[in-house]
T-cell receptor, first 113, second 112 residues
Framework: EPEVTQTPSHQVTQMGQEVILRCVPI?????FYWYRQILGQKVEFLVS????????KSEIFDDQFSVERPDGSNFTLKIRSTKLEDSAMYFC???????????FGAGSRLTVL | GQQLNQSPQSMFIQEGEDVSMNCTSS?????WLWYKQDPGEGPVLLIA?????ELTSNGRLTAQFGITRKDSFLNISASIPSDVGIYFC????????????FGKGTLLTVNP
């Protein structure tokens, strides 16, 4: 079954450092997303991406965050200068032709020290 | 923003028991989804509901989309140990972005 793959599975970084989380969405999907889950809390929407541009972003997705689809397969989330409160599980998701049915990756755990 | 109230927060049950959990919202959703999350994994879709009043089953799981479009429930019958995990409801209010709003989750523990 097609799946969304994410790397790295876990990254530890120092506060202020830049981090790039990578995702390979399902190949024929058109909509891409990043969600975040702080430990023990609910999954929160960060950003949606369609047709090579951001279609919607939440208030969490401030100027420190950016997304990119550098080639036909990868979808990346960059955090420019990490803060302690950026520590969370970051999930990539993609959506094909099934309305509102997102397929999630296994997540990248980010720990900011 | 939109908020989903999911209850209960956690449940401890014996294997074989039935389980019910629900979500309510102050605003209307066009789609309700139920996901399960195992430790260290991403959410996995269990059931998707697209029409008000719709009742859908997936094996031992049954979910319903409330008539008012503001609520949904998930039932698990004859629970087994592998049902352990966190169950999330999620709603989508439409539009082309398919953005999901998640509930806070129900942690299910099944004692063998």
């Amino acid at each position: 079954e097609p799946e969304v793959t994410q790397t790295p599975s876990h990254q530890v970084t120092q506060m202020g450092q830049e981090v790039i989380l990578r995702c390979v969405p399902i190949s024929n999907h058109l909509y891409f997303y990043w969600y975040r889950q702080i430990l023990g809390q609910k999954v929160e929407f960060l950003v949606s991406f369609y047709n090579n541009e951001i279609s919607e972003k939440s208030e969490i997705f401030d100027d420190q965050f950016s997304v990119e689809r550098p080639d036909g397969s990868n979808f990346t989330l960059k955090i420019r200068s990490t803060k302690l409160e950026d520590s969370a599980m970051y999930f990539c998701a993609s959506n094909g032709n099934s309305a509102n049915v997102l397929t999630f990756g296994a997540g990248s755990r980010l720990t900011v020290l | 923003g939109q908020q989903l109230n999911q209850s209960p927060q956690s449940m401890f049950i014996q294997e074989g028991e039935d389980v019910s959990m629900n979500c309510t919202s102050s605003s209307i959703f066009n789609t309700w989804l139920w996901y399960k999350q195992d430790p260290g994994e991403g959410p996995v879709l269990l059931i998707a509901l697209y029409k008000a009043g719709e009742l859908t089953s997936n094996g031992r799981l049954t979910a319903q989309f409330g008539i008012t479009r503001k609520d949904s429930f998930l039932n698990i019958s004859a629970s087994i140990p592998s049902d352990v995990g966190i169950y999330f409801c999620a709603g989508a209010s439409g539009g082309s972005n398919y953005k999901l709003t998640f509930g806070k989750g129900t942690l299910l523990t099944v004692n063998p």
